[in-house]
């Protein structure tokens, strides 16, 4: 049986540990962010989350592609029409973030 909590949030079960398995990576959400604001030269995501290795960086924007969440076009990385969906889960973050800074 299903708890009230999973009812409620989810329309059925899963829902949550599918945007998880696709947005819970370390690094991921930051990457997302960057790319809200247009598209971006690696480069430019890789200055933007200044600890973030090369190699962590290529594997998370692989990981995004292969779910349709970003596309690689050209010497850009630019979020699909998917990916732009996550914005409202991405602001809902920030704005708990916000209320209850780490």
């Known amino acids: 049986m299903a708890s009230p909590y999973q009812v409620i949030i989810e329309p059925s079960d899963g829902c949550i540990a599918s945007a998880v398995n696709i947005i819970g990576h370390k690094w991921t959400a930051l990457i997302l962010r960057d790319l809200f604001g247009g598209p971006k030269h690696f480069c430019e995501i890789e200055r933007s989350i200044q600890k ?3 190699r962590i960086l290529s ?3 692989a990981d ?5 969440i970003v596309v690689n076009d050209g010497p850009c ?5 998917k990916g732009k969906d996550l ?3 991405l602001q809902q973050m920030a704005a708990w973030g916000d209320k ?3």
């Open 52 to 54: 973030i290795t090369p």
């Open 59 to 61: 594997q998370r924007l």
């Open 64 to 68: 995004l592609e292969k779910n349709g």
């Open 87 to 89: 914005m409202p889960i």
């Open 100 to 102: 209850y800074p780490y």
């Open 77 to 81: 990385y630019e979020l699909t029409a």
